[in-house]
C-alpha cells in the first residue's frame, strides 16, 4: 500500500544530543513536509522540500535540520539548539507544492526529553 | 496573514447526536483552498475534504457535509447521527494562492468526543 512511514515511534532524546526523525513515502510526491505539534495546539510547519536537494525553511525552523537527497526521503534532525523539543511531529507529502493539493501525513513521532 | 480560527476546543456529545464543528478563516487571496482533517487517537491526520474558494456548493458524503459560506468566510463541518468512532481531534485549515502557496495554516482543532 502506497503511504508515508515515520519511524521511531517513540524516541527520547539526552541533554545536548541531536536525534533523526525518519520519513518515507512511496506515493511519488514531489512535496515533502515536517510539522511540530503541541498539545492544543494546531500545526506548525518547520521546513518543506518542493523538490530533491531543495527545501525552505517553515514558520519554526531554528534548531532543526533537514536534508532531502532523495524523492522518497525527508529526515529531519532535531539539534541541541532546539530548547524545547519535546513534541509530536508530522511528516507529510503531497503530490506537489501547490495549495490546491492535499497533504498526506504519516502516524507521527512523538519526542520527549530524558 | 492568513488565519484559521475553531473557536471549539472541546465538543462532547452522545452517539446518534448531530455535532457541527465551526471553521472560521482569514485571508486576502482571492483564490484559496479549506481543507478538513481527522486526527484519530493513532495520530495521523486523515484528509477528508478539499474546497476551493470559488465553489461554494454544500457538500454531503455519507454522514458527513460541509458548509462553506464565503460571505462569514466560514467553512463548518457537520456529523450526522454521530458514531463512538468519529472521536478524534479534527482540524480545518487554509492554503492561499500567493507567495506561499505551499502553505497550510491550521486551526488549533475540535476535540469531539462521542459518548455510547
Known amino acids: 500500500d502506497g503511504g508515508i512511514t515515520q519511524s521511531p515511534k517513540y524516541l527520547f532524546r539526552k541533554e545536548g544530543q541531536n536525534v533523526t526523525l525518519s520519513c518515507e513515502q512511496n506515493l511519488n510526491h514531489d512535496a515533502m513536509y515536517w510539522y511540530r505539534q503541541d498539545p492544543g495546539q494546531g500545526l506548525r510547519l518547520i521546513y518543506y522540500s518542493q523538490i530533491v536537494n531543495d527545501f525552505q525553511k517553515g514558520d519554526i525552523a531554528e534548531g532543526y535540520s533537514v536534508s532531502r537527497e532523495k524523492k522518497e526521503s525527508f529526515p529531519l534532525t532535531v539539534t541541541s539548539a532546539q530548547k524545547n523539543p519535546t513534541a509530536f511531529y508530522l511528516c507529510?507529502?503531497?503530490?506537489?507544492?501547490?495549495?490546491?493539493?492535499?497533504?498526506?501525513f504519516g502516524d507521527g513521532t512523538r519526542l520527549s526529553i530524558l | 496573514a492568513q488565519k484559521v480560527t475553531q473557536a471549539q476546543t472541546e465538543i462532547s456529545v452522545v452517539e446518534k447526536e448531530d455535532v457541527t464543528l465551526d471553521c472560521v478563516y482569514e485571508?486576502?487571496?482571492?483564490?484559496?483552498?479549506l481543507f478538513w482533517y481527522k486526527q484519530p487517537p493513532s495520530g495521523e491526520l486523515v484528509f477528508l475534504i478539499r474546497r476551493n474558494s470559488f465553489d461554494e456548493q454544500n457538500e454531503i458524503s455519507g454522514r458527513y457535509s460541509w458548509n462553506f459560506q464565503k460571505s462569514t468566510s466560514s467553512f463548518n463541518f457537520t456529523i450526522t447521527a454521530s458514531q463512538v468512532v468519529d472521536s478524534a481531534v479534527y482540524f480545518c485549515?487554509?492554503?492561499?494562492?500567493?507567495?506561499?502557496?505551499?502553505?497550510?495554516?491550521f486551526g488549533k482543532g475540535t476535540l469531539l468526543t462521542v459518548n455510547p
Open positions: 507529510a507529502s503531497s503530490m506537489y507544492s501547490y495549495s490546491n493539493q492535499p497533504q498526506h
Open positions: 485571508t486576502r487571496d482571492t483564490t484559496y483552498y
Open positions: 485549515a487554509l492554503s492561499g494562492d500567493g507567495g506561499s502557496n505551499y502553505k497550510l495554516t
